[in-house]
Each structure stands twice: as C-alpha cells, then as structure tokens.
Nanobody, 115 residues
Framework: QVQLVESGGGLVQAGGSLRLSCAAS????????MAWYRQAPGKERELVAR???????TYSDSVKGRFSISRDTAKKTVYLQMDSLKPEDTAGYYC?????????WGRGTQVTVSS
C-alpha cells in the first residue's frame, strides 16, 4: 500500500522560507522519479518540481531559482526547500511519483504566504 505523508507547511510572510518533507512507503523509492505538486483554490493541480533517482532536477518556470527539490533514498524522503516565497505560492502541496499515480495522493500540506 502506497503511503505519502507530507509535512512542513505553514503560514509565512512574503520573502520567507519553508522546507517541506514527504515520507514515502509502499513504493520502490530508489527507482522512482519523485515530484512535488501544488493546487491552489479554484485551480488545477500543477507540477512544481521533480527529481530523478540520480538527482537530476526540473522546475516549473514559476518557482525556478526559488525552490529546490532533493531526495534522501535511505530515508525514502523527498524535500522541497522554498525560498523567497510569494503570495501566489499559496496552495496545498503534495508529493507523488512522476508521472503521478492517481491512487497515491496523500493529504498534502498547506502553505500560506501573506503579503
């Protein structure tokens, strides 16, 4: 049974930082591309960043240069370091494989950036 548990969200002022974590179980973590997604109210879920098993990273244009994704294979955990946060980053953040597995979505963690 796949389980993805996100944590680390919160309320932060614009320009601040947060570090999200996602603990994975029930998947072969070492061979999966892992990704962070986000969904703002009234909007579709979007891909934010992904990281391959070898550590190659890709970012959406909206977060490039501000966010950093990483992974710890031994801990089966993927991280998202978010710096220079903007109000438009406010959303629920979710991790999943890439491409995403629809049956694997966790509860996510809420990030709210105040102006």
């Amino acid at each position: 049974q796949v389980q993805l548990v996100e944590s680390g969200g919160g309320l932060v002022q614009a320009g601040g930082s947060l570090r999200l974590s996602c603990a994975a179980s029930g998947i072969l973590f070492s061979v999966e591309i892992m990704a962070w997604y986000r969904q703002a109210p009234g909007k579709e879920r979007e891909l934010v960043a992904r990281v391959t098993p070898s550590g190659i990273t890709t970012y959406s244009d909206s977060v490039k240069g501000r966010f950093s994704i990483s992974r710890d294979t031994a801990k089966k955990t993927v991280y998202l370091q978010m710096d220079s946060l903007k109000p438009e980053d406010t959303a629920g953040y979710y991790c999943n494989t890439f491409p995403s597995a629809e049956t694997s979505w966790g509860r996510g963690t809420q990030v709210t950036v105040s102006s």
